[in-house]
């Protein structure tokens, strides 16, 4: 590497623990326009080659997912053919044993159009979400919610 190249950019993608992954894919896809992750190409191979349980799959959307993760991707950015997985924006949920019990220590903004926020408060607590308090500072206006598992975010 010389001095002027810049190392490639990682790849991301933010997780979020969940007690129900596919429900909350389901929201978060509904939420920002996104699809949920189809993943039922390589988990009937990995099924066909005795690679992994059965158990370890559900149905979700009439086909094949893993029975504790589920993710969703925009759907304009890039995605492996063969696996389903998302190559850009991307959220996965993972199920875990224990409940949320304290506030996030990071969280998601959601951006509505301009001049949008209102109807797009209404739009995500149609879905599931829940308001929290609507804040206006000097810096701007915002209002936090939670998704259906308590997790907050912000919509602007």
């Known amino acids: 590497m ?45 099924l066909g080659f005795g690679a992994v349980p059965a158990e370890l799959t559900v149905e979700s959307h009439g086909r094949r997912a893993w ?8 759907p304009d950015d890039p995605f492996q053919e063969e696996s389903g997985t998302g190559l850009g924006r991307r959220l996965l949920f993972q199920r875990v044993p224990e409940a949320k019990t304290v506030k996030n220590r990071v969280h998601l903004d959601v951006h509505a159009p301009d001049g949008g926020r209102e109807e797009e408060v209404a739009r995500l607590r149609a879905l599931g979400a829940s308001v929290q308090r609507q804040v206006k500072e000097p810096g701007g206006e915002w209002v936090v919610m939670t998704d259906p598992e308590g997790n907050e975010f912000c919509v602007h």
């Open 2 to 46: 010389t001095s002027t190249s810049r190392p490639a950019p990682l790849h991301i993608k933010i997780v979020i623990d969940a007690a129900a992954p596919h429900a909350q894919a389901d929201f978060w896809a509904s939420a920002l326009h996104y699809e949920v992750e189809d993943n039922s190409m390589l988990i009937e191979k990995l």
């Open 67 to 74: 029975r504790d993760l589920a993710a969703v991707r925009h």
